[in-house]
């Protein structure tokens, strides 16, 4: 009895490490449409005026 509670609690911690270990990309990365593009533009635009008028 002993021994096979031990092979399953064995068990179980071998498939809770592989579950860490295979974690894989956590957050995808952003996809870029066209309408985005303006818009990065202008505001980089908006950006660098905004410092000009700082300094």
């Keep these: 009895m002993r021994t096979i509670s ?4 064995n068990i179980l911690r ?3 490490r ?3 270990n295979n974690l894989g990309p ?3 990365e952003p996809l870029l449409t066209m309408s985005d593009v303006p818009g ?3 505001l ?3 950006a ?3 410092m ?3 300094l």
Excluded at 6 to 9: P, S, W, Y
């Design 6 to 9: 031990r092979q399953a609690l």
């Design 14 to 16: 071998i498939l809770s």
């Design 18 to 20: 592989l579950r860490d």
């Design 26 to 28: 956590l957050l995808p």
């Design 40 to 42: 990065d533009v202008v």
């Design 44 to 46: 980089a635009k908006n």
């Design 48 to 50: 660098c005026i905004s």
């Design 52 to 54: 000009l008028a700082i």
